[in-house]
Structure formats: C-alpha cells, structure tokens
C-alpha cells in the first residue's frame, strides 16, 4: 500500500491504515520478474512489491526472483551466502517496514527489519537496514550493497558469532546436597609430536596397554590422527583414576593432560540414573539446532541428557562483522551467558552411597531401592554391577514371586477374608491339571488350616492360589495400583511400575496370585508397594519433580485400615514367618515379606530372590536376578542395609 509517497510493508499495513485519515490510493500492482519488467498497473509502478520480494529473498537466502542493479542475482546471492554463513543454522526473519518514493518519483527507500532468533531465550538480535532502489524502464531495481544485510556491512566484511560457555548447573540431592559437579580430570593419550614416526605404533599399543584399550583400534586412530596429533585414549579422575599413572608416563609420547568435567562423587555413584556428560556427539549437536556446538560439554545419557538444556544454561553470544582481508572484527550484538539451573533430585548421597556399597560384591544383577514412606521421595536406587550399566533399580522386568502377596492379600482383605480368617494350606493345590507346590523347605506345622496372617508370613502358595475364587483378575489389578504398582506417572526420569494384567482366567490367574504368570514388577515399583502399606495411602515414588505423583485415579484408594491390616500381617513375616532374622533389628520395629520367583525350565530353573521391608518411615526392596530365595540371597544385604539406615527410619 502507498500513501503520500510511501509504501507500508507487511508488518505495518494495518495499524497505518487505522491511523490514516485522509483515503489511501488503491493500487492493482502485479510483481513478475523477467526481462527487465516488474509489474504493470493502470498507474506508474510501485516499489512496494520489489522491496518484498528483496526481503523474501534475504530471508530464504536466494536472491534470483530480485532485479538489481551493481551486480547479478547469482553474484549478489552469493555475497549473501558468505556474509551470513557464519550464523548457520540461523536465518533472519525480514521484514518491510516501509517504503518511501522521493519527489522525483524515480528514487525509492525501502526499511528492513531483521529478527535473528539466537538462540532459546527471550531476547532477540533485531536490527535495521535500508535499500535504495530506482525506477529504470519503468520497473524498479535495487541497488545492490552490502549494507542491506547488516549495519554498515563493507564489502569483504561476514558476519561471525563468538560463543562464550555458560556455567553448567549441578545436579543436587536430598538437602541440597551437591551429586554431580565439576571435577578435575585427566585426558590420557598419545602425543604424536614427543616421538619419532617410526615410533607411533609402538607407541600406541603401549599406550593401549596401560589404558585397558583395544590396541589395534587405537593404533589405527593415532595412525590416522594429523602429524601434530594428541590422540585421546581415556579420560580419569584425577583422584581416582583407575590405571597406573606411572606405568602410563613411562610409554614415550605418553601425555596427560588436565581438564575438568561435570561428575558425580565416584564412577558407581547411582551412574545408571544421572548419567554422564562429555563432549558433545555430533547427534547431540545436530539435533540441538545451533544451541549445542562441536566441543561444548553436554549430557550424554541418563538425567544428565535427559534435563541438559536445563543443567548447560544458555551460551553467550558476541555477533560480530569480521573484515576477511584483515581480520579486523567489530561487535554488533552481546547477549551474556546464562547459567544453567541445577537439577534437584530426592537421591540421598550417604544412603545411596551404601546401597551400592552392600551390592558391589553381588555377582548378578541386583538393586537395593529405598523409599521415604511419608513423600514417597527415593532416596537411594542403587544398580548392582552385575546388571552391567542398566538401571536395574528403575527399569528392571521381573517376576516378583511371594512378595507380590502383600498385594494379593489386599485383593482377599477387600473379599472378606480379615488377618484371623482361616484359610486351607494343603501341600499342594490342582488348577486345570497343573499342580503348584510350597517352596521346598516350608515348614510342615504351617499347612492346613492356618489364618490368612500366617499365610503370608510362611508364604504358604497353595493358601493363596486356593483362595483365588475370592479375588477376581481384575480385582488383583486393582489392588495392585492401590498399592502404587501399574502406573504411569511423571517421576521425572524413565521408570518401569510394574504390569499386572487385568484379565486372566485358570493356571494364568493362579500364578497371578503368587507374583508369577504374566505379573512384572521392578525393585522401584516393590520399593512403593511397602511405601504405600507403611503410609497408609498409595505411594508412587518420585527422583524429580515438586513432589510425588498422583496415583491413577482409576483405581481404589488404599484405606486406612487396610494398610494397617497389611503391616500387621508383613510384623508376623518378622516375629513367625521367613524374616526372623529381622526380629532384633535396632529402632522401629521391621515389617517385611520374602519373595522367590523361578523363571527358566527344567534344569535351567532358576530363581530371583526377593525381599520388601518397612522400617519407621523407610520402605525397601531388594532383588537378586539369581539366587536361592529371597530370604537366604536378599535378606542379607537387607540386613546390611538396616544396620546403617538408622537416620532414615
């Protein structure tokens, strides 16, 4: 649109026709390119369409579908390129503000307005620039210049950014403890310069050696590194380093050099739930759209990956022109880095720390989660290094076998049958010709009948496969999500609650009754089944966030008396049942169930031991991938774990 000599873009049509008093002039200009004509009205040509066209063209980095004047649209579009290479993958947002025709008619302002988004902060680099063009032939032309595309841009002259780290935040624990921080390390490696050529082989094999290295592999990296090369072989702790250090320094070439990375207390420490940070991959750069560049610290996995944006912060920014001729640069925009915001997670250092103490020695995989009843806050879950870097404590898929009883014995508490009840025990029980057994071993005077109590703290199987008819599928399910298990909340990291089918009907539905079938839990989905029996209320357990999950809503709310039945019946596992050993522990008294699961057939039978407790406000589990039973593998290590756990209960 032109009034009174000028043309207003896009961007300012509407409100500077609001503003208008006086009748616009009504134009039908058409815009086509070629062959030196620009548009054909009724009346003389107008700027407007040339200069959007010109905008258009900067923005989409082509500037072919623009006449211009002082060079070609490949030579300008090239310039183009040059000039902005530097700010990839950013590109500008331009706008015609507007459009000024000078009183000869023949001589036409265009104002642009450039948006650079720079990154994913509030603050934008806008700018503004002008474009001259003239009316030769009856069309209009733009006087190509470099000033167009920045402030006072010569030509020679590219725009280049200047990035500036901002302080990564650290990841906190319970009370603000500090988790992972910046700690000094040390890169190991080769320094191809210390050495003679014919050397460099050798060299790196030795290297390779004292690093536990594949040595081909790393030989054939220093072989094809520059001449000027320090290969990388491993990254340590400074204070922990975990190799020969001296046996390192004697390998000729051998360099170390000091740097500092975001770490954790040690290389065990709950390494499978924070995760690590390094240099960044190039995935991690590509799919960061500019915000994370080659050589930047990122998270690599875990929460650490997971919450990077959060922990890394915003980098600073310094845009400058820089003369390619001379070198000479000049500031356009600063932006000051941001420093990261820490991530505060429930972990408990000490408690987390002897967790993974109590199962360094455990051969399989195993995990010890630890639960505050009250907030259903975990304070440790430690991963065993039997499960090799997986996050067994979180994400573990097993069968969880007798201790599933706690929930099976909520399914017939809401049937009727009350703690006293008496149920039958036989040795054996039949479902569609499939016969199911106690666990060998179980005590002779706790069959026949026996009440629901001393059923579960003997794990008598047959007393709760018989009385299956009391608790339907569904009802189980039910029960199973009153005491947290099932759901799906955001605990603020990837976590596994466990699965226990709706529907199941004969030996499927029998299993079900004993933690076995179709049923999966993990150690942190158990951890919230004793929580929510000590509480009182259903408990889902929760790393990061502003406090505990909702549990899902469509299944029962665990009720008072119900929970209070469940800790009366898990006290006689302790004081009659399979955890006597527990019976003298110091502080609160201990409530607790056993669990053993088998899976595997015929002479590859196996089993996954099992234990849950409740000691004060501190709800546990424990599991061994393989073992004997839960009271002779698990039980243990959750002795060891009570004896120390004293300032959490």
């Known amino acids: 649109m032109t009034v009174r000599g000028r043309y207003i873009g896009a961007r300012g049509r509407r409100a500077h026709a609001r503003s208008m008093r006086a009748p616009a002039l009504t134009l039908a ?12 009205t009724a009346g003389p040509p107008q700027p407007g369409p040339v200069a959007e066209a010109l905008a258009e063209g900067i923005a989409g980095g082509d500037l072919s579908a623009v006449p211009l004047t002082g060079a070609t649209a490949q030579e300008a579009t090239e310039t183009l390129s040059l000039a902005l290479a530097g700010l990839e993958p950013l590109r500008p947002a331009v706008q015609v503000q507007d459009v000024t ?24 680099w806008t700018y503004g620039t002008t474009a001259r063009m003239d009316l030769v032939e009856d069309a209009w032309v733009v006087r190509w210049s470099t000033f167009v595309l920045a402030p006072d841009l010569l030509e020679g002259e590219v725009l280049t950014v200047r990035r500036e780290s901002a302080e990564r935040a650290p990841v906190l624990g319970a009370g603000g403890m500090v988790l992972v921080e910046e700690r000094p390390v040390l890169r190991l490696g080769l320094d191809k310069t210390r050495i003679e050529t014919a050397v460099w082989d050798d060299a790196a094999r030795q290297v390779a050696a004292v690093l536990g290295l594949e040595p081909e592999p790393y ?3 220093v072989a094809s590194a520059g001449e000027r090369a320090f290969v990388e072989g491993l990254v340590v702790r400074e204070h922990d380093p975990g190799v020969d250090l001296v046996a390192f320094a004697a390998v000729p070439g051998a360099l170390e050099v000091a740097d500092s990375l975001p770490l954790a207390p040690t290389r065990r420490f709950a390494r499978p739930i924070l995760g690590t940070a390094g240099p960044a991959t190039a995935e991690i750069v590509e799919a960061s759209g500019g915000q994370v560049q080659p050589g930047d ?30 070198g000479a640069e000049r500031g356009l925009f600063h932006q000051e880095p941001v420093a990261g915001e820490a991530l505060v997670t429930t972990l408990d250092p000490e408690l987390q720390d002897a967790a993974e103490t109590i199962l360094e020695p455990v051969g399989p995989a195993s995990a010890v989660v630890a639960v505050r009843a009250s907030t259903g806050e975990v304070l440790a879950a430690a991963s065993g290094p039997g499960g090799e870097g997986y996050s067994t404590a979180t994400l573990g898929t097993y069968a969880p076998g007798s201790v599933f009883k706690v929930v099976s014995s909520l399914a017939l508490l809401r049937a009727g049958i009350a703690p ?22 179980y005590p002779v005077e706790a069959n026949g009948s026996i009440t629901l109590r001393t059923a579960l703290a003997h794990s008598c199987n047959t007393a709760f496969i018989g009385s299956r008819d009391r608790a339907t599928q569904e009802a189980l399910a039910d029960a199973a999500g009153s005491l947290g298990l099932g759901g799906e909340g955001d605990l603020g990291l990837p976590v596994f609650l466990g699965d226990v089918p709706v529907e199941a009907s004969g030996t499927d539905h029998a299993a079900s009754m004993i933690g076995q079938g179709r049923v999966q839990v993990s150690p942190l989905a158990m951890a919230g ?9 259903t408990v889902v357990p929760w790393v990061v966030g502003e406090g505990a999950p909702q549990p899902d809503p469509s299944t029962t709310p665990l009720a008072v008396d119900e929970a209070a039945a469940l800790r009366d019946m898990m006290r006689a596992v302790v004081t009659e049942g399979g955890a006597t050993f527990l019976v003298d522990t110091p502080g609160p008294e201990v409530l607790a169930k056993t669990g053993t699961a088998q899976f595997g057939s015929g002479p590859e039978l196996r089993n996954h031991a099992w234990m849950i407790a409740v000691q004060g406000d501190l ?18 290590l959750l002795e060891q774990l009570l004896a120390v756990a004293g300032p959490w209960t």
């Open 297 to 326: 610290v990122a998270g690599l996995s875990g929460l650490q990956r997971q919450y990077d944006e959060q922990l890394r912060g915003r980098p600073g920014l310094t845009i400058l022109a820089t003369s390619e001729a001379t």
């Open 420 to 441: 006293d009840d008496v149920v039958p025990c036989p040795t054996t029980i039949e479902v569609d010709g499939r016969s199911f057994a106690n666990f060998p071993g």
């Open 101 to 124: 025709v000078d009183e000869t008619g023949a001589v036409a302002t265009a104002a642009l307005a450039y948006t650079w988004d720079v990154d994913d902060g509030e603050r934008d």
């Open 529 to 537: 089944v004793a929580a929510s029996a000590a509480a009182g209320r």
């Open 29 to 40: 200009t058409v815009l086509a390119v070629g062959g030196g004509l620009v548009g054909c």
């Open 219 to 221: 030989a054939q990296r």
């Open 619 to 636: 709800a546990i589990a424990v599991f061994v991938e393989e073992g004997d039973y839960g009271s002779t593998t698990a039980g243990p």
